[in-house]
C-alpha cells in the first residue's frame, strides 16, 4: 500500500492490522479518493456514530462559541516565558442575533484581566442560563485557559470548576468520533465548506493572525495609530468567523442528529 489510492481499493487484510481499524482507513481513503477525482461536487461526510452526536448538549440561549488567538513568540522583556493569549474572542446568541464580544490583552498585566473578565462573563451568564456551555474546536483553549490561571495565580479553582462541571465543550473531538469527511485533515476549515461559505477576510489563517499581530505591535510602537487600528481589526475580522464556525458546526452536527432520529443528550466529556 504505497498510496491513498492503493489503500482505497484494498482488499485484502494487512498484516497486525484489525480488520476494523484498516476498514475505517479504507473508507476514509475512499472519500479523499472520491473528493480529488471530482472537487466540484463538494466536501463528502459521512455520519459514522450517530451516538456520538446525541451526546452533544440540548441548545441553549446562553450558549457561547469561543475561540483565541495567541502569539506563541510574543515575551515581555525580562521574562523567560513564552506566549501570549492577546484575543478572548466569542460570538454569543441570547439577543437573537449573532454578537462578537472580545476581550483583548496586549501585555501579561492585561492577559491577566482578559482571563478574570472571561470567566466572570461565564460565570454571569451561568446564573441566567445555568444549561449554557462554550462551545470550541480542539482542545486548545481549555489547556490555554489552566496554563493562564497557573502563570498567573489567580481564578484556577473557577476554571477547575468549570472544566469539572463539562461546561467546555470541544466540537473537533465530536467529530472525529462521529463523522468521516473526504478531506486529508480535520481543520475546522476543511469542514466548512459543508455549512458555510467561503471566507473573504484578509486573514486567512492562525498563522497570518500571528504575522498580522506583529505588525499591529510594529505600528503601535511606532506611533503609527491608524494603521495599528486597522491591522487589530482585520484580527477580530478573523477571530469573529472562527466563531461564527464553530457555531454553525454545532448547529450543522445537531441537524445531522435530527436528520438519524435523534436528539441531543447531554454534555460531551472531552476524556
Request: charged share 30%; with cysteine.
Amino acid at each position: 500500500v504505497l498510496t491513498v489510492s492503493d489503500l482505497a481499493a484494498r482488499t485484502e487484510p494487512v498484516h497486525e492490522v484489525r480488520d476494523r481499524t484498516l476498514e475505517r482507513l479504507r473508507r476514509q481513503a475512499q472519500l479523499q479518493v472520491a473528493f480529488a477525482a471530482n472537487p466540484q461536487a463538494g466536501v463528502i461526510a459521512e455520519i459514522i456514530d450517530g451516538h456520538e452526536l446525541r451526546r452533544l448538549p440540548a441548545p441553549s440561549n446562553g450558549d457561547l462559541f469561543f475561540d483565541f488567538e495567541g502569539d506563541p513568540l510574543w515575551q515581555e522583556p525580562g521574562s523567560g516565558i513564552w506566549g501570549l493569549e492577546y484575543l478572548f474572542g466569542m460570538i454569543e446568541v441570547d439577543s437573537g442575533e449573532e454578537r462578537f464580544r472580545a476581550f483583548w490583552a496586549h501585555d501579561r498585566r492585561e492577559e491577566k484581566q482578559a482571563l478574570v473578565s472571561f470567566v466572570d462573563h461565564v460565570n454571569a451568564r451561568l446564573a441566567t442560563w445555568p444549561d449554557l456551555h462554550v462551545y470550541h474546536y480542539a482542545p486548545y483553549e481549555p489547556a490555554a485557559l489552566l496554563r493562564m490561571a497557573a502563570r498567573h495565580g489567580v481564578y484556577e479553582d473557577e476554571v477547575d470548576d468549570l472544566l469539572r462541571r463539562r461546561i467546555f465543550v470541544d466540537l473537533y473531538a465530536v467529530v472525529k468520533a462521529g463523522v468521516r469527511i473526504s478531506q486529508r485533515s480535520y481543520s475546522i476549515k476543511k469542514l466548512e465548506p459543508l455549512y458555510m461559505p467561503a471566507r473573504e477576510g484578509e486573514v486567512q489563517g492562525g498563522a497570518e493572525s500571528i504575522v498580522v499581530y506583529h505588525q499591529f505591535s510594529a505600528a503601535t510602537n511606532e506611533g503609527r495609530t491608524d494603521e495599528a487600528a486597522l491591522l487589530l481589526a482585520e484580527i477580530a475580522d478573523y477571530n469573529e468567523l472562527d466563531c461564527v464556525s464553530t457555531l454553525r458546526l454545532r448547529d450543522w452536527l445537531l441537524a445531522r442528529c435530527r436528520d438519524a432520529g435523534g436528539s441531543p443528550a447531554g454534555p460531551v466529556d472531552d476524556d
